[in-house]
């Protein structure tokens, strides 16, 4: 699986999230990867969507939690990763 990285859609920020976007995207791509990092490592056999909202609540906890709450990720890009997980894909 090659490492996901979190993308911010321009056209839904305001002027202060287009200004912070490359920090905010590092910040979310690397709570990502912390998060699935932390999963990976203590799998043990749970269904994709049990794996999928893990995924979810360890990246938010990774985060400033005013930026957690605002992050609504594409959760089809999400159980993706997931089910690399699930099948055991290389890192």
Known sequence: MSEPHVTLDPRGLDPVQQ???????????????????????????????????RLLDETRSGLHPDIAAGF????????RVAVAIVRGDAS
């Not at 609504?72 to 159980?79: A, T, Y």
Request: glycine share 6%; net charge negative; charged share 30%.
């Open 19 to 53: 200004k912070l976007r490359g920090p905010l995207e590092d910040q979310l791509t690397s709570a990502l990867q912390a998060a699935i990092d932390r999963v990976r490592a203590d799998y043990g056999g749970e269904p994709v969507e049990q794996v999928c909202q």
């Open 72 to 79: 609504n990720p594409d959760m089809d890009e999400f159980c």
